[in-house]
């Protein structure tokens, strides 16, 4: 009879390595392919080349820019279920948020809340005063989940070119710390 695993156990967040790069983009496709087919399109889905995809995630793991541009992971036991990315704000007063995806098959088992936490934690630790991060129109589910870890919209947008003639629109989101 196979044991039953106590609620919460085995779950963390910790820094990625490089052998996770993998797991990373499979778990940023899946998530991409899962929650903004309908604003981004699936034809433009479609045409993400996943080699590139893990190979700019190892070059952030390997090759960060500085030791204030960070990758972690949630993983769920030895397996790599999220993942967050944040860099240091071009003023150098807080931290973007440039990446926060967690597998489908595992959202909303607390795994996206520790890694945003983890974040702001090591913004933290190094001076960081503010959070910020995009969020796509339309994306109802992360901004309620945004929101109700302290962050709004700052009224800053941007439109990004997603094929021609066809542009999406992300908002900012920020939370002082």
Not at 56 to 82: F, K, M, T
Not at 118 to 141: N, Y
């Amino acid at each position: 009879m196979p044991l039953l695993r106590p609620s919460g156990a085995d779950v963390s967040v910790r820094p990625a390595l490089p052998e996770d790069a993998v797991a990373i983009a499979g778990t940023q496709l899946r998530a991409w392919r899962t929650d903004h087919a309908e604003v981004l399109g699936a034809d433009v889905l479609d045409l993400i080349d996943a080699t590139a995809v893990r190979e700019r995630w190892s070059a952030a793991i390997e090759h960060a820019p500085s030791p204030d541009h960070r990758v972690l992971v949630a993983c769920d036991g030895p397996r790599v279920v999220g993942v967050a990315a944040s860099v240091p704000t071009d003023d150098g007063a807080g931290i973007e948020v440039t990446a926060l995806e967690v597998d489908p098959e595992h959202q909303r088992a607390g795994h996206g809340s520790r890694l945003l936490t983890a974040c702001v934690d090591l913004g933290r630790e190094h001076g960081a005063t503010e959070v910020a991060t995009w969020v796509l129109d339309g994306d109802e589910a992360r901004e309620s989940f945004l929101g109700g870890a302290g962050l709004g919209p700052d009224g800053a947008q941007r439109s990004l070119a997603t094929g021609p003639g066809r542009d999406v629109v992300e908002r900012r989101w920020t939370a002082l710390l």
